[in-house]
Each structure stands twice: as C-alpha cells, then as structure tokens.
C-alpha cells in the first residue's frame, strides 16, 4: 500500500466489486454520512442504502452500495455487502425502469409490507442511478 493512502475493498458474496489504494471514502451509514481519510481511528458502521465515493488520484469514482458493513483499521478499508456496483457498470435504463416500477408499488401498496417493499426497492434503484450520473 502505497503511503498516505487506504487500501480500500467492496466485496459482495459473489466477487471483489472494487480493490485500490485510494485517497478517501465518503459513504453513507444508517445513522449518517461519514468520510474516511488516511490515519483515521478504527471505525465500523452498518450502510444504508446509497452511494459510496472514493478519491483515487484525484477521480471521483462512486459506486451504489445496497446495506452492508463497513469497517476501517490500520488505513484498511472493506465494505461487505450483497450488492455493489460501479457507477460506471450501471445500465442506466434498466436502473430508471426499476426506479419507475417500484414508484408504481409504493403508490398502489395496500398494507404497510407492501410499502415496506415498494420503498426499499425504489432506495435500490436511486442509489444505481445517482452512482451511474455522478460518473
């Protein structure tokens, strides 16, 4: 690893997503947006539903990330999760089909579970499609 620098790794069930040196990493946990530089103390967080950023010389690269953990120590950074993808790697019209689909579900939910469901999906699809605009 590279000085000044955090090694940084997403990884789902099914494959190493990302893995670099980078400068930072802004993501969002469930209680809140938080930014790791180099030297940072030890940290953990559980992720929400968004957006992760990362600095690697001096490029914005940002990825959506569906829940996980999150976990810093010793400038090593790893996000666990079931999902993660590349802004770059996101097919922007089936994420904005998805997106319009679960808007139809939220607004035809008859019960709080469907609500539930049609919510988390729509979460899903805004986290696919602000990672592919932000590219």
Known sequence: MAENKIH?????????VY?????SIIAKGVKGSFGILPGHIPFMSTLDIDTAKVLKNGKEIYFSVIGGAFQFKNNEAIILTEVAECGDDIDTVRAQLA????EASLNSAGNQRDVKIANAALARAMARLKAAAKQ
């Open 99 to 102: 997106k319009e689909r679960a």
């Open 8 to 16: 940084f790794k997403i990884i789902t069930p099914e494959k190493i």
């Open 19 to 23: 893995e670099d040196d980078v400068e």
